[in-house]
C-alpha cells in the first residue's frame, strides 16, 4: 500500500510540475513582464464557458483564454491599444486625475498585435512604467492580432448578476475628473431602462442621417437624451444589453449574407465601401448599430453648452482619421447638479436630430 501511495505522490508533483511549466511557458511566450493567470473558476452566469470555446473564439477573434479575475469592482475601465504610445499616456494620465470616491476601481490596458503578431515597444514600456493610483492595474496582451472588433467586443465579459460598471476607452480619448461620478447617477437612473443600451461620455458627435452628418445638438432644456447610436469615445454598456449584443454577433458576424443595412444611416453605407476596400473590420460600430435598430435600442448622451462632455477625442492619425485633428470638445470642469436629478423619461431623437414623438 505504501508504494501505490508513494506513486499517488510522485504523479500528483509531476501533474503540478507539469502545469506550473506549461504556464510559465504561455506567460513568458506572450508577455516580458506581467500577465496574471487565475484558476478557471466563475459562476454559473459568467462567460467562462464560452471564452473556451473553440469555435466561440474562432468567431470573436478574442483573447478569450485569458482568465478574467473573480473580483468584481465597482468600476472597471478598459482602455484599448495598438501602437500610439503618446496618446495613451495622455489618456492613462487623465484616469489617474479623475474622481473615484473611494469605490474599488481596476484598470486593465488591453495590447493589440499587428497582423504579424508583434506588441508595439513603446506601448509596452509605457504601460509597464506607468503607474495608476486609485486601484489595481493590469496589462493584457493579446495572443494574437484582434483589430478593434476584438478589441471592443471581446474585454469585457460581464457576469448575468454583477453590478459592475465597466466603460470602454480607445487611446486617442481623455476623460474628465467627473466622468465616474455621471457613469454612477446614470447606471443606478437608467440601468432597468431595457430599451438603453449605454452610456456615452462624449460631448460631440455626429448626425448619422445620410443627406446630414452636421454635429448632433440635444434638445433644448434636455441635460440628457437617447440617440439610436453608439458613442465609442468613451463608452459604459449597460450590462444586460451589452450581453445580449454579444451573444449575437457571435453568429451574426459569420453570417455573409448580413449586409447591416439600416435606412437612412450613413454608417451603412461607410460598410458597404469600406467592405469593398477590405478594410471594413475597422468598423466595428455598424455592428452595434445594428443590433440596436433590429431591437430599438438608443445610447443615453449628454447635452451641455459647447458640447462640453465627459471625454473629448483627439482625433489622432489611425483607422479613422488621416490626419491629427486636435481635440473634439472640452470636457466638464466643473459639476452640474442636473446629473444628480435626471429625467425619468428622456428625450429620444431620430438619426437626423429630431425630436421623436
Not at 461620478?181 to 446614470?186: F, I, S
Request: overall charge neutral.
Amino acid at each position: 500500500m505504501s508504494n501505490i501511495a508513494n506513486m499517488k505522490v510522485s504523479l500528483n508533483i509531476a501533474l503540478v510540475s507539469f502545469t506550473m511549466v506549461l504556464l510559465i511557458s504561455v506567460k513568458h511566450r506572450f508577455w516580458k513582464d506581467k500577465l496574471t493567470y487565475s484558476n478557471i473558476q466563475d459562476s454559473q452566469n459568467s462567460y467562462v464557458s464560452r471564452r473556451l470555446d473553440p469555435l466561440y473564439c474562432k468567431r470573436m477573434q478574442g483573447n478569450f483564454l485569458r482568465i478574467h479575475d473573480n473580483k468584481t469592482y465597482n468600476l472597471r475601465i478598459i482602455v484599448i491599444v495598438f501602437d500610439r504610445y503618446e496618446s495613451l499616456l495622455r489618456l492613462l494620465r487623465s484616469l489617474n486625475q479623475a474622481i473615484y470616491d473611494g469605490d474599488t476601481v481596476k484598470l486593465e490596458v488591453w495590447i493589440d498585435r499587428s497582423e504579424q503578431g508583434v506588441l508595439d515597444e513603446a506601448v509596452v514600456n509605457t504601460t509597464n512604467t506607468f503607474s495608476f493610483q486609485h486601484g489595481d492595474y493590469e496589462v493584457i496582451p493579446h495572443f494574437e492580432h484582434v483589430g478593434l472588433h476584438g478589441q471592443w467586443i471581446s474585454t469585457w465579459m460581464p457576469k448575468r448578476n454583477s453590478s459592475e460598471i465597466a466603460v470602454i476607452c480607445e487611446d486617442d480619448i481623455t476623460v474628465s475628473i467627473y466622468f465616474y461620478k455621471y457613469l454612477k447617477y446614470v447606471h443606478k437612473k437608467y440601468d432597468n431602462y431595457s430599451e438603453i443600451n449605454g452610456y456615452a461620455l462624449q460631448g460631440y458627435s455626429m448626425k448619422h442621417h445620410v443627406k446630414n452628418t452636421s454635429p448632433l445638438v440635444g434638445p433644448n432644456g434636455s441635460i440628457v437624451f437617447l440617440y439610436p447610436v453608439v458613442g465609442s469615445w468613451g463608452f459604459s454598456p449597460s450590462r444586460d444589453n451589452w450581453i445580449h449584443f454579444q451573444d449575437w454577433y457571435t453568429s451574426a458576424c459569420n453570417d455573409d449574407t448580413n449586409d447591416l443595412f439600416i435606412p437612412n444611416n450613413i454608417a451603412s453605407k461607410w460598410y458597404i465601401q469600406f467592405k469593398k476596400k477590405g478594410s471594413h473590420k475597422s468598423l466595428w460600430t455598424i455592428w452595434h448599430m445594428y443590433h440596436a435598430f433590429i431591437n430599438s435600442e438608443f445610447t443615453l448622451y449628454t447635452n451641455l453648452p459647447g458640447h462640453i462632455g465627459l471625454s473629448t477625442n483627439w482625433r489622432e492619425q489611425g483607422l479613422h482619421f488621416k490626419n491629427f485633428g486636435g481635440k473634439t470638445n472640452e470636457l466638464l470642469q466643473v459639476w452640474r447638479q442636473e446629473f444628480e436629478d435626471l429625467p425619468t423619461k428622456p428625450v429620444h431623437v431620430d438619426i437626423s436630430g429630431k425630436v421623436i414623438q
